[in-house]
C-alpha cells in the first residue's frame, strides 16, 4: 500500500513538472495579455469615442470621495465632450452661479485635444481644453493598459480635483 501512495504521488509530482508553466512562460504569457489590452485601449482611444467613469475623486486638500452610487461621466464624440463630475474642492470666487452645479459641467467642444502614447510605460495619455460659461478647464487623462484611468481637472477659478475610474467603449453616441 505505502509503494503504491508513494507512486502515486511521484506520479503526480512528475505530471505537475511536465504540465505545468515555468515562471518565464508565465511572464510572456501576461506580458502577451497586456500587450493585447493595450493594443485594444490605444484603438479605442484613437478613435476620440470613448466614456470614462469615475469611482473616486481625490481633493487638492487630500479627501477621498467614493463615487460608485454617484452618477458622473466624460463622454468624447471626436471633438465634442459631454462631461459631468461631482466637485469637491474649493472655488476661488464667490459666484451665485455655481450654486446650482455641484459639479464640473461642460457639453461642447474642446481645443487642444492631444493624444500621447507611451510605448515604455503602457499608458495613454489624453489633454484637451474646454471653455465653459464661467470657467475654463484643462483635462489630462491617462489611460492604462487594463483600462483603468486617471483624470485631472484644472479650473481657471476653482482647486482641481482628481479622479480615479474605467474608460472603456461609449456605449450610446448622443
Same mark, same amino acid.
Given at each position: !500500500? ?5 507512486? /502515486? ?6 505530471? $505537475? ?6 515562471? #518565464? ?15 485594444? *485601449? ?6 476620440? &469615442? @470613448?466614456? %470614462?467613469? $469615475?469611482?473616486?475623486?481625490?481633493? %487638492? ?7 460608485? &452610487? ?5 463622454? !468624447? ?15 476661488? *470666487?464667490?459666484?451665485? $452661479? /455655481? ?6 459641467? /461642460? ?7 492631444? /493624444? ?8 495613454? &495619455?489624453? *489633454? %484637451? ?9 484643462? %483635462? ?9 484611468? #486617471? ?6 477659478? #476653482?482647486?482641481?480635483?482628481? @479622479?480615479?475610474? #474605467?474608460?472603456?467603449?461609449?456605449? *450610446?453616441?448622443?
Amino acid at each position: !500500500m505505502k509503494k503504491k501512495s508513494l507512486l /502515486f504521488s511521484i506520479l503526480i509530482l512528475f505530471s $505537475a513538472l511536465v504540465f505545468g508553466q515555468t515562471k #518565464r512562460e508565465k511572464k510572456e504569457l501576461k506580458q502577451r495579455e497586456q500587450e493585447k489590452q493595450f493594443e485594444a *485601449t490605444k484603438q479605442l482611444l484613437d478613435s476620440a &469615442t @470613448y466614456e %470614462f467613469n $469615475a469611482d473616486w475623486a481625490n481633493s %487638492f486638500q487630500g479627501r477621498r470621495i467614493s463615487l460608485v &452610487t454617484n452618477p458622473n461621466h466624460l463622454k !468624447m464624440n471626436k471633438n465634442e465632450a459631454k462631461i459631468y463630475l461631482p466637485y469637491y474642492g474649493i472655488a476661488h *470666487t464667490s459666484n451665485a $452661479a /455655481f450654486a446650482n452645479d455641484g459639479g464640473v459641467v /461642460f457639453e461642447g467642444s474642446v481645443e487642444d485635444y492631444q /493624444f500621447k502614447v507611451n510605448e515604455k510605460k503602457k499608458e495613454i &495619455t489624453i *489633454t %484637451f481644453r474646454c471653455r465653459a460659461t464661467r470657467e475654463t478647464l484643462d %483635462f489630462s487623462l491617462t489611460v492604462y493598459a487594463s483600462g483603468n484611468s #486617471r483624470l485631472t481637472v484644472n479650473s481657471s477659478i #476653482r482647486t482641481g480635483v482628481k @479622479y480615479e475610474g #474605467r474608460t472603456s467603449s461609449l456605449a *450610446t453616441v448622443e
